[in-house]
C-alpha cells in the first residue's frame, strides 16, 4: 500500500471523525412518542429563532425519558404521565413539570369492508384489551353499532411494547371505567397486557393497526389523522357519543384548568363534562429546578417562553389541543422558579 | 551495568535484570503483544463480572424461581424468565428444523454431486447470505415475509393441520413462526457451509467402497459419507443454533412482543433478545433493569454451552477425518 | 433389473436432485433478498439521502446524512480501538504464546466471539454510558470493538501460524531478531490473509444494530462523538417501524445502501483471499 494513500486514509478518517454540525449550546432531551409530532417541529422551529441553541430530543417513549432524566443522561425529559412521587423522590430538588400541549387518545382500527365511523361503549373497550371480547361481531360491539355489519374476524388488539406515557393515560381511562381491569391490570407505563402485539412507540401502534387486517390500538390523535385511518367515537362519562378533536379535548381539561395543582400533576381521564373527550391528557416536558449551565439555562427557559406563547399556535394544525390560558400564565410563573 | 553477551552469561538477578531485558527489543515485542493478548481476557472476565453485579437484585429475590416464572410485569415488580427462554428455544428449534434439512441437502450436493466450478460458485454466493446485516433481513421479515404467512402460509397450515394445537390460533402474520422462518435464512448458510467441510473431508474411499459394494449414488451417500461426516454435520447444527439463540434484530421485528408462553405457533411470542432490545433503555425501577441483565446473562450462558458443545464436535471430526 | 434395484435407482436420482433442489433455493433466496431490497431501494434513494439530515415525521425531504456520518464515526472508532488489539493479541497468540496461557486466550477470545451482540450491549453501557451519563459515539465504538477483537485475533493468528516456519529460521538465521522477524517477514507474508480477516470483520460490525441501540443510541443531528449518534442499521431499524410511508421509503434506501456497502466488502476480502495467495511462499 502506498505510503500516500495510507496518510489520506487517515486523514479522511480524522476528518469524518470530527464532523459535527454547529451548535454551541447542545441540549439534549428525551420522552414521550406522544408529542413528537409537535416537539420534532417546536424544536426545529426554536433552533432557527435562537441559532445558538440545538436540542436533540430522542422519542423513546415516557417510562424512558423520565429514567434517563432522573439519570442525568438527558437535560430534560418529556412524559405524558406525571411522575410519582417515588421518581421525583430520587431527584435532590423537586423537579418542574410544564405542560405543554393537550391531546386525545383515540382508538385507531382497520376492520376490512367496515367504512362507518365504529362506537365504543367503556364496556367493550374494557372487554377488548382485557381479552374476553374477542371476535369483532360480539354483541357488545354490535349493541353500539347498529347497522354496522362487523366481521365474525378475531379481533387482533394492539398495545404498548415499552414504557409509554400513553399506554398509562389509557390504562388509567380503563381503571375508571373497569373495575376488573383496575385490580386485574391496572394503570402505569407498562403494564402487564391480558392480549395483543407491542409496538414501540405510537409509530409501532400505528404502523400494526395500519397493516394488521381486524386490528384495533390507542395512538395519539395526530397519528391516525397522519396516516388517515379512521378512529371510533367513545361514549364519555356523561354518556355522549364523540370523537377526539380540539373542542372535546379542550373541554376535558375545563375542570381541571379552574383548579390547577401547583405542580400541574392531574388526570382529566373521564371528566363529568357533556362535551369532554374520555382519554385525555396533558403532556409534560420534566425540567430541572436547578440548571448549572448559564448557557443551557437561557436556552432552556427561552424555550420555555416561547413555547408557552408561539409555540402554542401549532398545536392545532397538529392535533393537539393548546393550554388553557390560566394555566399558561401559571406555567410563566413557574419559569421564574427555575434558578 | 548493561550484561555482557546474553548467550554465555548467566542471567542477571533484580529489576535491573528487567530493564536489562527490556533493551532488547524482542522482550518488548512480547511484553506488548502479551499486554494485548490479557486485554482479550481482562474484558472476557471484566464483562462476565460485570453482567453478574449489575443482576444482584433479581438473583436475590427470585433465586432458580426466575427461570421458571412467567411473570414479566414492571409494575408490581414480578419478573420471570420463561416466556423469553421458550420464545428463544421455539424460534431456534423451529429455524433448525427448516434451515437443517435444507441445509444439509444443500451441503450434500455442494459436496458430492457438484462439478467443482459450480460448488464453488455456489458456496460463494451462499457464504455471501451469511454477511447480511440481521436488521436487513428483520425488514424484510417485517415488510414482505410477515404478509406472506399472514394471508398464505399460516392459514393454509391452519386449513390443513388446524387440529393440531400448534397451529391453531388468531393469525397475526407476526409471531413464533414467522420469526422461526426468517432465523432459518439466516441460520442457512452457516449449516451448509460447515457441513459442506465436514462432507469433503470424508476419504474417498469410503463412498469408493459403497460403491463397490453395488449401492446407489445415493445409498453411498447416505449410508456411508454422511454418517462418517455426522459429528461435523451436528457441529454445524449447533452453531446455528448458538447463532440462533442470540439473534436479536430481525426476531425483534417479527416476534410480536408478546411476554407469555404460547402453545400455538401462529401467536405472538417474544425472545430473550427482543425484550433486552426493547425495553433496556426505557426500564424504569433499578430491578427491571437488573432482570434484563440478568435475562442476558442467561442468554450468554445457553450460547457458550451450545458453543462449546459445537467445537468439541467440529473438532471431532476435524480428528477423526485426519486419521 | 429387478424392481427392488429399480426403485433404488429412482430414489437415487430423486433424492440426489432433491438436494440439488436445495442448494438452488440457498442460493435464489440471497438473489431474491438482494433484488427485492435493490428494487425498493432504488425507488427510493435520492440525493436528499445523502446531504439532509432526518427530518421530523411529515415533513419530505429528508435524508439519513447523520445516520451515514454518524455509522462512519462509530465504526471509525470502533477499528482504531479494536483492529490493533486484536492484531496484536494474534500476533501474540501465534509467535509468543506459551502453552497454558495461549490456550486461555484463545478459549476466552472464542468465548467472547459467541456472547450474543445485545449482551456485548450491555457490557457498554455500564461502563462507558453510564459513567458518561449519556449516549455516544464512543460507547457505540466500544461495543463494536469488542466483537471486532476476537474475529481479528483468532484470523491473525490463523494467518501467521500458516506461514512456513522456513521462512522464519531463515531470517533469523541472517541474524534478524524475533521481533525483527515478525515484522519484516512473517507478517508480510500473511498480509493477504490478515488484511481479508480484517476487512471481514469490520463488515460485519458495520451491519450490527443492537449493541448500538442503547450505547450509541439516535440522532437527528451531528453533534459529535460524545452525544448520541445515528447509525445506519438503527435508523433502519426505527424508521422500518413507524408508520410514515416517507420513512419506510428511507429505511429500504439505507438498507440497499448498507447491504451492498457489507456484500462489496465481503466480496472484495474474498476475491483478495482467493485469488491472490493468503501466504506468499
Known amino acids: 500500500m502506498k505510503k500516500s494513500s495510507f496518510w489520506l486514509g487517515v486523514l479522511g478518517a480524522l476528518a469524518i471523525l470530527l464532523m459535527v454540525a454547529q451548535a454551541k449550546v447542545l441540549i439534549n432531551a428525551a420522552g414521550a412518542t406522544f408529542p413528537y409530532p409537535i416537539y420534532g417541529k417546536w424544536f426545529q422551529e426554536f433552533g432557527k429563532i435562537d441559532a445558538d441553541a440545538q436540542i436533540n430530543y430522542q422519542s423513546v417513549g415516557s417510562g424512558g425519558g423520565i429514567r434517563m432524566f432522573s439519570e442525568g443522561t438527558v437535560d430534560f425529559g418529556a412524559s405524558d404521565m406525571p411522575m410519582t412521587d417515588e421518581q421525583i423522590g430520587k431527584f435532590k430538588t423537586k423537579p418542574f413539570h410544564f ?3 393537550l391531546g386525545g387518545i383515540v382508538l385507531t382500527y382497520n376492520i376490512p369492508h367496515v367504512t362507518q365511523d365504529m362506537k365504543f361503549t367503556p364496556e367493550a373497550l374494557a372487554g377488548i384489551y382485557l381479552g374476553k371480547i374477542t371476535k369483532w361481531n360480539d354483541p357488545e360491539l354490535g349493541k353500539a353499532n347498529a347497522g354496522v355489519k362487523l366481521p365474525d374476524a378475531e379481533i387482533v388488539v394492539a398495545h404498548r411494547s415499552d414504557g409509554s406515557g400513553t399506554s398509562f393515560v389509557f390504562t388509567d381511562y380503563l381503571s375508571k371505567v373497569s373495575p376488573e381491569w383496575k385490580s386485574k391490570v391496572g394503570s402505569s407505563t407498562s403494564v402487564q397486557w391480558p392480549v395483543g402485539i407491542g409496538g414501540k412507540g405510537n409509530e409501532g401502534v400505528t404502523g400494526i393497526v395500519k397493516q394488521t387486517p381486524n386490528s384495533i390500538g390507542y395512538v395519539e390523535l395526530i397519528y391516525a389523522l397522519q396516516q388517515k385511518m379512521p ?5 364519555n362519562a356523561a354518556g355522549t357519543f364523540l370523537k377526539a378533536d380540539l373542542e372535546s379535548v379542550t373541554e376535558a381539561a375545563a375542570a381541571a384548568a379552574n383548579s390547577m395543582p401547583a405542580d400541574f400533576r392531574v388526570s382529566i381521564t373521564n371528566q363529568p363534562g357533556k ?10 416536558l420534566l425540567i430541572p429546578s436547578k440548571i448549572d449551565d448559564a448557557a443551557k439555562k437561557k436556552a432552556i427557559t427561552g424555550f420555555l417562553h416561547w413555547m408557552l406563547t408561539d409555540g402554542q399556535k401549532d398545536a392545532a394544525g397538529l392535533g393537539y389541543a393548546p393550554l388553557p390560558k390560566n394555566v399558561v400564565t401559571q406555567e410563566e410563573k413557574q419559569i421564574a422558579l427555575i434558578k | 551495568m548493561a550484561t555482557s553477551s546474553p548467550v554465555s552469561a548467566p542471567p542477571p538477578r533484580g529489576a535491573r535484570v528487567w530493564f536489562g531485558r527490556l533493551r532488547n527489543g524482542d522482550e518488548v515485542a512480547r511484553l506488548v503483544t502479551l499486554a494485548f493478548a490479557c486485554t482479550i481476557l481482562v474484558v472476557t472476565v471484566g464483562l462476565i463480572f460485570q453482567l453478574w453485579a449489575t443482576s444482584a437484585l433479581p438473583r436475590h429475590k427470585f433465586g432458580f424461581g426466575f427461570l421458571t416464572s412467567s411473570q414479566w410485569n414492571p409494575v408490581t415488580g414480578e419478573f420471570g424468565a420463561l416466556p423469553f427462554i421458550y420464545g428463544t428455544v421455539v424460534t431456534s428449534v423451529l429455524a433448525l428444523l427448516i434451515a437443517v434439512p435444507l441445509g444439509v441437502g444443500a451441503a450434500i450436493f455442494l459436496a458430492e454431486l457438484a462439478p467443482p466450478r459450480i460448488s464453488s460458485t455456489f458456496t460463494f454466493f451462499i457464504e455471501l447470505l451469511a454477511a447480511v446485516p440481521s436488521v436487513i433481513y428483520g425488514l424484510l421479515a417485517f415488510f414482505a415475509l410477515v404478509p406472506i404467512m399472514r394471508d398464505y402460509v399460516e392459514p393454509f397450515l391452519k386449513r390443513t393441520l388446524g387440529f393440531l394445537g400448534i397451529f391453531s390460533g388468531t393469525i397475526f402474520g407476526l409471531g413464533y413462526l414467522t420469526a422461526g422462518v426468517i432465523l432459518a435464512i439466516m441460520t442457512l448458510p452457516f449449516i451448509i457451509s460447515i457441513s459442506r467441510e465436514a462432507l469433503l473431508e470424508v476419504p474417498t474411499e469410503q463412498r469408493e467402497a ?5 449401492a446407489t449414488r445415493w445409498e453411498s451417500t447416505w449410508q456411508a459419507v454422511v454418517p462418517y461426516a455426522r459429528l461435523g454435520i451436528f457441529g454445524s447444527v449447533f452453531l446455528g443454533l448458538a447463532r440462533a439463540l442470540g439473534e436479536t434484530m430481525a426476531v425483534t421485528m417479527v416476534i410480536g412482543n408478546d411476554p407469555k408462553v404460547h402453545e400455538s405457533l401462529f401467536a405472538l411470542g417474544y425472545s430473550i433478545a427482543a425484550i433486552v432490545a426493547n425495553e433496556f433503555s426505557e426500564a424504569t425501577t433499578d430491578l427491571h433493569v437488573q432482570s434484563l441483565v440478568l435475562l442476558g446473562l442467561v442468554l450468554f450462558l445457553l450460547t457458550i454451552v451450545i458453543n462449546a458443545l459445537a467445537r468439541l464436535l467440529i473438532i471431532a471430526t476435524a480428528r477423526r477425518g485426519s486419521s | 433389473m429387478t424392481l427392488r434395484n429399480r426403485w433404488r435407482k429412482i430414489l437415487s436420482y430423486m433424492m440426489l436432485s432433491l438436494t440439488g433442489v436445495c442448494a438452488v433455493v440457498a442460493v435464489a433466496t440471497l438473489f431474491l433478498i438482494l433484488g427485492y431490497l435493490v428494487y425498493n431501494g432504488w425507488r427510493s434513494i435520492d440525493w436528499n439521502f445523502f446531504t439532509q439530515l432526518s427530518k421530523p415525521a411529515g415533513e419530505a425531504g429528508g435524508g439519513m446524512k447523520n445516520a451515514i456520518v454518524g455509522s462512519f464515526q462509530i465504526i471509525l472508532l470502533a477499528t482504531a480501538i479494536g483492529l490493533p488489539v486484536g492484531f496484536l493479541a494474534g500476533v501474540y497468540l501465534a509467535e509468543f504464546g506459551g502453552k497454558t496461557f495461549a490456550f486461555l486466550v484463545r478459549y476466552m477470545a472464542d468465548l467472547l466471539n459467541g456472547v450474543p451482540s445485545i449482551v456485548i450491549g450491555i457490557f457498554a453501557y455500564a461502563v462507558v454510558v453510564v459513567p458518561m451519563h449519556g449516549n455516544s459515539a464512543w460507547a457505540g465504538g466500544l461495543a463494536l470493538s469488542l466483537i471486532l477483537i476476537p474475529i481479528t485475533a483468532r484470523s491473525t493468528e490463523q494467518f501467521m501460524t500458516s506461514v512456513p516456519q522456513t521462512l522464519r529460521e531463515g531470517a533469523l538465521a541472517l541474524g534478524a531478531s524475533k521481533w525483527k522477524t515478525i515484522a519484516t517477514v512473517v507478517v508480510p507474508a500473511a498480509y493477504r490473509g490478515i488484511a481479508t480477516g480484517m476487512i471481514l470483520g469490520v463488515a460485519r460490525i458495520a451491519g450490527e444494530t443492537a449493541p448500538l441501540l442503547f450505547t450509541s443510541g439516535n440522532s437527528d443531528n451531528m453533534n459529535g ?21 416517507d420513512w419506510h421509503r428511507q429505511a429500504w434506501a439505507a438498507g440497499m ?5 457489507v456484500l462489496f466488502a465481503n466480496i472484495a476480502a474474498r476475491l483478495i483471499l482467493s485469488r491472490g495467495i493468503a501466504v506468499q511462499k
Not at chain 2, 459403497?210 to 453395488?214: E, I, P, Q, S, V
Not at chain 3, 445502501?257 to 456497502?261: E, N, S, T
Request: hydrophobic content about 50%; charged content about 10%; glycine content about 4%.
Open chain 1, 99 to 101: 405542560p405543554t400541549v
Open chain 1, 231 to 235: 378512529y371510533g367515537y367513545l361514549r
Open chain 1, 275 to 284: 362535551k369532554a373527550y374520555p382519554i385525555a391528557t396533558f403532556t409534560y
Open chain 2, 210 to 214: 459403497a460403491l463397490a459394494l453395488g
Open chain 3, 225 to 245: 462523538l460524545n452525544q448520541p449518534t445515528a447509525s445506519l442499521p438503527v435508523m433502519i431499524f426505527y424508521r422500518a417501524l413507524s408508520p410514515y410511508d
Open chain 3, 257 to 261: 445502501v448498507l447491504l451492498l456497502l
